[in-house]
Every structure is written in structure tokens, then in C-alpha cells.
């Protein structure tokens, strides 16, 4: 777990890929507010009962935040983490205070299918997650390493992540959200990069549309990992609605 910063709790949601360990815009944030960055279990060197579904991933995060001391907070989450955010806000409307949700995943639509991430190969998943897949960043996401050793640790780390994950998101990321968003009732930011190829733009009007008090924000040069794409821009906007 993560934690930086002081004034207002944040409780921020991983997606299917995890903390990277130096997320930059964890320690932007937290010069505005508490950040509280909790792996799921199944990521890291979390431990705990395994997580099979989103209800027993909102009790985990209910649970922590009990545990911590925090009646209620901010919370943003992102893609997987962004769907377990939207069902945490629509299980307890009484608990989070604003909600930013970053390409989410959780909706279906059968004439724009989401791409799958459990079939790609590290090249096409670079494709599908930045604006720039030759870029040094997403090279550096995406590099296989060379040593036998850090090979064999980046395939374990690999396999226990998407195993996690695609306990949420494979086959399709629906998992009856879209019977739930109605209940959201914390004032909620819908924040897209505007080259996502894994969740298109065009999920931010279907959320939009089931989210009462939602708006949407657009970041350019930016794909599906838009908080490290461009940071500044991104915590930028995210403050901006928490704290206005």
C-alpha cells in the first residue's frame, strides 16, 4: 500500500496492472490530499482472503477504509479499479464524498467491444495502452527483460496480476454495473485519454448517461495509462474537481 500526503482522504484504485512502485501522480496528489493506494489482493506482496468478486472487493476496500480510521474520502480508480470505485460508490452512496472514475471498465457495448488484454502480447498491449507505444515510457512498461531471473519474476508477477483480474474483467467486463450506476450519488468526474484503444472515448457517454451529476474530461495526447502519459495535465484535473 501507498500512502502520501495529508488534508482530505483519497483513496485511489488500481487497475489490472497495479502500483508501479513510483507512480509519480500518487505524490502530486498527496500535496493536496491524504492518498491511501492499497494493492487488491492477489497484487504485490498483499496477502488476505482471495477476492472472487466485486462485492468482496467493495467489502475489502469498506473494510481498509474502517480500518484506517476513514469515515469517508475522495476515491478514484482506474479502468479495473475505476469499475471497483463506481461499485464501491453504488453499494454505500453515503461514503464517498466525490468520485473520479478513469477509463473505466464495467459496461459492454456490442458494437464498440473492448479489446482483450489477456490475449495480447506485451508489443500490441503497448499499442492498445499509449498514445505512443514506441515512446521510452511505454517501452518501459512493456520491455521484456534480458536476465533469466527478472524474466522469470516479470512472468510470475504477470500471471498472479491477470489472474486477479480477469476474475473481473474476462470474458467481458460486465458484471451487472449497469443494473447499480443508477445509485450513484457522489458528484462523479469521467476522465478519458483521448487515444484510448482499450476502453474507447465512447464508454464516457454510456457512463455519463447512467451517472446522474457526472461530467466528462478529455486529456489529448494520452491513451488508457494517461495519469503516467501526462501527469501534469492529469492531476491537474483531478484536483481541480475535488477541490472546486
Not at 511505454?138 to 521484456?144: G, K, V
Not at 474476462?170 to 484503444?197: C, Y
Not at 486529456?219 to 488508457?224: M, P, R, Y
Amino acid at each position: 500500500m501507498q500512502l502520501c500526503g495529508n488534508g482530505d482522504p483519497l483513496l485511489y484504485l488500481h487497475g489490472a496492472g497495479g502500483l508501479i512502485g513510483v507512480d509519480p501522480f500518487l505524490e502530486e496528489l498527496g500535496k493536496e490530499f491524504k492518498v491511501v493506494a492499497p494493492h487488491l489482493p492477489g497484487y504485490g506482496e498483499s496477502s488476505g482472503e482471495p477476492i472472487e468478486d466485486v462485492i468482496d472487493a467493495c467489502l475489502f476496500y469498506h473494510q481498509l477504509m474502517d480500518d484506517l480510521g476513514i469515515a469517508n474520502a475522495h476515491v478514484t480508480g482506474h479502468s479495473m479499479g475505476g469499475m471497483l470505485a463506481a461499485e464501491l460508490a453504488a453499494i454505500d452512496v453515503h461514503r464517498i464524498q466525490k468520485l473520479v472514475l478513469v477509463a473505466p471498465a464495467g459496461f459492454w457495448l456490442e458494437q464498440h467491444p473492448i479489446a482483450d488484454p489477456f490475449a495480447m502480447d506485451l508489443p500490441e498491449l503497448a499499442a492498445h495502452l499509449f498514445h505512443d507505444p514506441k515512446s521510452p515510457l511505454a517501452q518501459m512498461f512493456t520491455t521484456i527483460p534480458t536476465d533469466s531471473k527478472q524474466l522469470a519474476d516479470m512472468y510470475v508477477e504477470r500471471t498472479k496480476r491477470l489472474t486477479q483480474a480477469s476474475r473481473f474483467l474476462w470474458p467481458i467486463p460486465d458484471r451487472g454495473l449497469k443494473k447499480r450506476a443508477w445509485r450513484i450519488a457522489a458528484p462523479t468526474l469521467l476522465v478519458w485519454g483521448e487515444s484510448d484503444r482499450l476502453i474507447p472515448p465512447v464508454y464516457a457517454r454510456e457512463f455519463a448517461n447512467r451517472i446522474r451529476n457526472s461530467r466528462t474530461a478529455t486529456i489529448k495526447q494520452a491513451g488508457h495509462m494517461l495519469m503516467y502519459e501526462q501527469p501534469e495535465a492529469f492531476v491537474r484535473t483531478v484536483r481541480d474537481f475535488l477541490k472546486n
